[in-house]
Antibody, heavy 120, light 111 residues
Framework: QITLKESGPTLVKPTQTLTLTCTFSGFSLTTSAVGVGWIRQPPGKALEWLALIYWDDDKRYSPSLKSRLTITKDTSKNQVVLTMTNMDPVDTATYYC????????????WGQGTLVTVSS | QSALTQPASVSGSPGQSITISCTGTSSDVGSYNLVSWYQQHPGKAPKLMIYEVSKRPSGVSNRFSGSKSGNTASLTISGLQAEDEADYYCCSYAGISALVVFGGGTKLTVL
């Protein structure tokens, strides 16, 4: 059974850098074709894909946020870390991580999500 | 990279069928048979309901079906049940750099 769980601060100040960790089980990020992605959802709004990292350390970023995002993995800890710089109140959202398989091109399953509020 | 277009809301009575459309472009929906649909109940994480346009993951009811024509994909739910009331999001592969794009979401109300 694959599970994922997000962790990180619930409140960050404008201009600060957000660091979120996705801890997963039930699969390995050393397995060919496997990836972990990050998706966010502002309150009452739609889903937005942010970034994805593959088993071979290939990384993909949303073109609109690429300059602010960094995704890394620690296969020994079964963790994926997302950093987002220069946070703004519009970045207030629930942040999800999810399992991805190359070729299947879908996110399944998802973590429970973590709400991050950006406010001074 | 623009979001896929979905109706903001649809509704139907128990037992009826509804269809949710998802319109993209020739760069995403129109180019790949890689459209997926997610169901999201309030306060919950999204759940995969359809992938590769029309395939159902194990455990998803066969009342859910998907299709695609040109730049528009569709999700049909037959035999509506109260538990189907949720938000639904489409998602399409959009190429190696853009990767995926989501729709704006559709709120399904079961009357």
């Amino acid at each position: 059974q694959i599970t994922l769980k997000e962790s990180g601060p619930t409140l960050v100040k404008p201009t600060q850098t957000l660091t979120l960790t996705c801890t997963f089980s039930g699969f390995s990020l050393t397995t060919s074709a496997v990836g972990v992605g990050w998706i966010r959802q502002p309150p009452g709004k739609a889903l937005e894909w942010l970034a994805l990292i593959y088993w071979d350390d290939d990384k993909r970023y949303s073109p609109s946020l690429k300059s602010r995002l960094t995704i890394t993995k620690d296969t020994s800890k079964n963790q994926v870390v997302l950093t987002m710089t220069n946070m703004d109140p519009v970045d207030t959202a629930t942040y999800y991580c999810a399992h991805w398989v190359l070729g299947a091109t879908n996110f399944d399953p998802w973590g429970q999500g973590t709400l991050v509020t950006v406010s001074s | 990279q623009s979001a896929l277009t979905q109706p903001a809301s649809v509704s139907g009575s128990p037992g009826q069928s509804i269809t949710i459309s998802c319109t993209g472009t020739s760069s995403d929906v129109g180019s790949y048979n890689l459209v997926s649909w997610y169901q999201q109940h309030p306060g919950k994480a999204p759940k995969l309901m359809i992938y590769e346009v029309s395939k159902r993951p194990s455990g998803v009811s066969n009342r859910f079906s998907g299709s695609k024509s040109g730049n528009t994909a569709s999700l049909t739910i037959s035999g509506l049940q109260a538990e189907d009331e949720a938000d639904y999001y489409c998602c399409s592969y959009a190429g190696i750099s853009a990767l995926v794009v989501f729709g704006g979401g559709t709120k399904l109300t079961v009357l």
